[in-house]
Structure formats: structure tokens, C-alpha cells
């Protein structure tokens, strides 16, 4: 977890240091003060990327040639970027320069559900594989291999694909993207099944109306049902070659969770949709943790959009019952009155990019005792 946080010259905060909570950290202020900045700055130390920006010089104040953001992880690992000048994007881990983003991406496990997040469902498969991915990232050390593998040979049939090869050099790839690719399945469909178990029980805890509905994983593989992925490969061979692209295998996968057998976006309000795709991330954190011992960071931004007070207050209880350092943003005080605020928490006012932290009425009771 975050125990100290610095940004310079990030966006509209010039500069800013904070001593996160362990548990849950508010963030409250007025449209425009900073608040998805700053998660974005939390974001960018753990994904070396931004939710918002490809470029990531605008992340940088207008005005400087530099913003920097600096990460302390559990008291003792010291984590930097810099972004600017012509050197790009700097990382320092450990005070030693990072080699690969996937070792950066390793040690801070997090998750971001932005305020338009019941679009989970309006999303393409591309978005919901991602979701999975992340999961399997951080749960089975193994999958990277797999995944980036399945991605160099199925590059390679593609490229032999467009290059106009014969059949049986394109085919010549086959062996190898079947392997890696069956792998990739067995592993999406058993995270996903575990995924669901937790998912029905944090979903019912969040929202009472689907207390008793039954809840199924669908998982479209990639290729079409009853079929080997070996077979779907040979005989779409030729329509590929038109395509350009090899249609069919995991790259192609999709899932959804099907409730009383109905689509979710048939079925959900949009308050709903967006507890589902929380839901969603409170079993996936649940799992990592369970599995790993390991610890992540949670970010929701404005929470209460979509969501009534009554709602806001069991996703509170929830990021609670997991334990779980999280980050949220809202533009108005009401959150801090259903929050029972404790000492593992934390408020901060966020106003013209400064950042301060309110003073807590419940760490003054300790005082009583
Ligand atoms: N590179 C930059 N330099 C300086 N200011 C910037 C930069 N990029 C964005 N801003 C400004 O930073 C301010 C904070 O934006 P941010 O999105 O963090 O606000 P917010 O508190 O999340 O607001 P809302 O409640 O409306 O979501 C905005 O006024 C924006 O225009
Ligand atoms: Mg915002």
C-alpha cells in the first residue's frame, strides 16, 4: 500500500505530499479542483500510464517542462516517475531504474473504476478480456508467459496471413497458438469461475434487489462452441487470408455474467450496472488478496454518481470488509457523514489543485480511553 505520495507539477497540483490512510482515503472538492488528477497521479505510479491521456505530456502543469510523482510502498520501497524533458518517462524503483513496466505494474496492484463505469456493459470484449487479464496478471505469475507468447506466434500468422504464404506455411503457426492458447482459456475460464463465486456474493451485498437470483459465468472462447481451436483455424484458413488476420482463438474471447439468465444490460438500471462492475472489482481484489496475500490499491472516482446515499453506504462497508487501501473522489461532504470515519481513514480537501487533509473526529476519541 501508498504510505507517502508527492506530486509536483502534476496537471493543476503544483505540489502536494500526503500520508495516505491504510484504508479508505476521501477526496473532496468542488468540479475542477484536482481530485481525478491526483487519482490519476496514484494511477500513473502503479500503471506507468494514464486513464486519460495516450500522451502523457499533458499530465505535465502548463507552464514547466517536468512533473514528477513519488510513491513510498509500505514504508520502505521508494517509487518515481518523471515525466518531461528529453528523456520521457523516467522510473526509479527501489532507487534503481526499472526495466520492465510489468515488473512496475507487479508491485502496486490496482484497480480504477471511473465515474461512467456502469458502460462496463457498453464496452467491447476487448475491454471485458482486459478486466480478466489483469486479474490472471496478478494471480498467476505464469500467465504473462503465455499471453505474450500467444501474442508473438499469432502475430506471426498474421503477418504470413497478409504476406499471402501458402496454407501450410500460414498452418506452420498453428501447433504453438494452439498451445498457448488452449493454456490462456483453461486459466480465463477457473479465474473467471472463481471470480464468479466472490462476484455473487459482494453483488448481493451491495444491492439487495438481486439477493436471491442466480448468477452464470458465459465465457465465448474465442471460437465457435464444439468446435477444436485447431479445426476452426484450418478451415477458416482462406477467409482469414481476406480478413488479413486470423479471426479465430483467445485473442477473440469474451465473457459475461448473466443474471436469472437475462443480460445485465437488458436487465440492470444504470445504478445497478455500475454495483455490478463494482462487484466485479471487489472480487477480483478479494481473490488477489486471498490468493497472493497481496495487498492493492482501489480508485473510485465520484462516487456518487449513479449511486444514492444508501448504495454509497454498502460500497463503503464493502471496501471496509476487504481491508483494502482505496482512493475516493466526490464533490460534496455527504460521503464523510455515511463513512464512519476511523483511524485507518482519512479525508482530504481538494480545492485549486492544494490538497489538505481535515482533521479527524474519530482519531480524537482514542483520547477518552
Ligand atoms: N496539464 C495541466 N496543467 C494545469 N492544469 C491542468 C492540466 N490538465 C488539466 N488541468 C486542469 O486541472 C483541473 C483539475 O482537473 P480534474 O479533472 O482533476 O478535476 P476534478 O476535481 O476531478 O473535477 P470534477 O469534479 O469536475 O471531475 C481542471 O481545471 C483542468 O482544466
Ligand atoms: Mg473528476
Request: hydrophobic share 40%; charged share 20%; glycine share 6%.
Amino acid at each position: 500500500m501508498l504510505t507517502e505520495l508527492r506530486l509536483t507539477n502534476f496537471r493543476n497540483i503544483s505540489a502536494v505530499t500526503v500520508s495516505p490512510a491504510l484504508g479508505i482515503n476521501l477526496l473532496v472538492g468542488e468540479n475542477g479542483s484536482g481530485k481525478t488528477s491526483f487519482l490519476e497521479a496514484v494511477y500513473l505510479l502503479a500503471m506507468g500510464r494514464s486513464f486519460r491521456s495516450r500522451n502523457l505530456k499533458h499530465l505535465i502543469q502548463h507552464g514547466y517542462e517536468h512533473c514528477q510523482v513519488f510513491g513510498r510502498i509500505d514504508r520502505t520501497i521508494p517509487l518515481g516517475i518523471q515525466l518531461g524533458g528529453t528523456a520521457g518517462v523516467q522510473i526509479r524503483l527501489n532507487n534503481a531504474p526499472l526495466k520492465k513496466l510489468s515488473e512496475l505494474v507487479l508491485h502496486l496492484p490496482l484497480q480504477y473504476i471511473p465515474a461512467n463505469c456502469h458502460q462496463f456493459f457498453e464496452q467491447g470484449p476487448k475491454f471485458r478480456r482486459k478486466v480478466v487479464d489483469w486479474g490472471l496478471f496478478h494471480v498467476e505469475h505464469d500467465f504473462l508467459f503465455h499471453w505474450q507468447n500467444y501474442r508473438k506466434v499469432l502475430q506471426q500468422r498474421n503477418a504470413a496471413l497478409r504476406a499471402q504464404k501458402s496454407n501450410k506455411e500460414v498452418s506452420l503457426w498453428d501447433g504453438q497458438l494452439i498451445s498457448y492458447g488452449l493454456r490462456l482459456t483453461l486459466y480465463r475460464e477457473a479465474y473467471l469461475q472463481e471470480v464468479l463465486q466472490l462476484f455473487q456474493y459482494w453483488f448481493t451485498q451491495i444491492c439487495n434487489d438481486y439477493k436471491s437470483a442466480s448468477f452464470e459465468l458465459r465465457y465465448a472462447p474465442g471460437w465457435p462452441k464444439n468446435t477444436e481451436l485447431s479445426v476452426a483455424l484450418q478451415s477458416n484458413i482462406d477467409r482469414d487470408r481476406v480478413l488479413g488476420y486470423s479471426r479465430n482463438g483467445p485473442h477473440a474471447a469474451d465473457w459475461s455474467i448473466k443474471i436469472d439468465g437475462a443480460d445485465p444490460l437488458e436487465l440492470l438500471s444504470r445504478g445497478q450496472q455500475k454495483l455490478f462492475y463494482l462487484a466485479i472489482s471487489f472480487a477480483q481484489l478479494s481473490l488477489l488478496t486471498k490468493k497472493r496475500q497481496q495487498q492493492s490499491i482501489l480508485l473510485i472516482d465520484d462516487i456518487s454518481s449513479e449511486l444514492d446515499s444508501s448504495h454509497q453506504q454498502l460500497v463503503l462497508a464493502a471496501i471496509k470488509a476487504i481491508g483494502i487501501q482505496t482512493f475516493i473522489t466526490t464533490t460534496t461532504d455527504d460521503l464523510q457523514s455515511l463513512l464512519n470515519i476511523q483511524e485507518s481513514d482519512a479525508v482530504f480537501h481538494v480545492k485549486q489543485g492544494e490538497v489538505a487533509s481535515s482533521h479527524q473526529p474519530m482519531l480524537s476519541t482514542n483520547d477518552d480511553t
